[in-house]
T-cell receptor, first 116, second 113 residues
Framework: NAGVMQNPRHLVRRRGQEARLRCSPM?????VYWYRQLPEEGLKFMVY????????ESGMPKERFSAEFPKEGPSILRIQQVVRGDSAAYFC??????????????FGPGTRLTVL | DQQVKQNSPSLSVQEGRISILNCDYT??????FLWYKKYPAEGPTFLIS?????DKNEDGRFTVFLNKSAKHLSLHIVPSQPGDSAVYFC????????????FGTGTRLTVIP
């Protein structure tokens, strides 16, 4: 009964490189969310996806960041030309197709990105 | 623009006593509220939630109270246990169904044995 899986758990990149973060939602979940947590701050919403669709990307920086959730395979958060300010913990969450009366989202363990 | 606020960054409580964590919000469209617990190097874990049609929800040692007129909610943990030591995040959403959550900045609870 695997929960939300994220890999890698830790990622180190130099300025200007690309970072790819992967998220496999819980079995049966078709909604994926990405959040970013900067040091000493709460989680900030970035993007909400369903299979092959971006539903809400209002929290995504306009440049260098992109996300996808293909029909097959994990969701990918891609950061191009990383800068030091991108250093943060990136959390993925998933929820079932019909969330019912709750908005509960199940979170993965996060990917800690460090930009040197 | 922080729509969900947790003004106490930390709280220390003696084991067996009550822990009260507070949360305020500014967006009157929020209609669902959740509390998550987070240990270091792990993702947040759902703890308890409340809909805006209720003012109280209880689950074992955890009770959440909602005061809509004050736009305030609180989480009560009684009795507090050392294993409750973690960072607690308050979160809110604007409509039912799968939707993004707005998080507070968290309160670090330390339960002293």
């Amino acid at each position: 009964n695997a929960g939300v899986m994220q890999n890698p758990r830790h990622l180190v990149r130099r300025r200007g490189q690309e970072a790819r973060l992967r998220c496999s939602p819980m079995k049966g979940h078709s909604h994926v969310y990405w959040y970013r947590q900067l040091p000493e701050e709460g989680l900030k919403f970035m993007v909400y996806l369903q299979k092959e669709n971006i539903i809400d990307e209002s929290g995504m920086p306009k440049e260098r960041f992109s996300a996808e959730f293909p029909k097959e395979g994990p969701s990918i958060l891609r950061i191009q030309q990383v800068v030091r300010g991108d250093s943060a913990a990136y959390f993925c969450a998933s929820s079932p197709l019909l969330a019912g009366v709750t908005n509960e989202q199940f979170f993965g363990p996060g990917t800690r990105l460090t930009v040197l | 623009d922080q729509q969900v606020k947790q003004n106490s960054p930390s709280l220390s409580v003696q084991e067996g006593r009550i822990s009260i964590l507070n949360c305020d919000y500014t967006n009157s469209m929020f209609d669902y509220f959740l509390w998550y617990k987070k240990y270091p190097a792990e993702g947040p874990t759902f703890l308890i939630s409340i809909s805006s049609i209720k003012d109280k929800n209880e689950d074992g040692r955890f009770t959440v109270f909602l005061n809509k007129s004050a736009k305030h909610l609180s989480l009560h943990i009684v009795p507090s246990q050392p294993g409750d030591s973690a960072v607690y995040f308050c979160a809110a959403s604007a409509q039912t169904g799968a939707n993004n959550l707005f998080f507070g900045t968290g309160t670090r609870l330390t339960v002293i044995p």
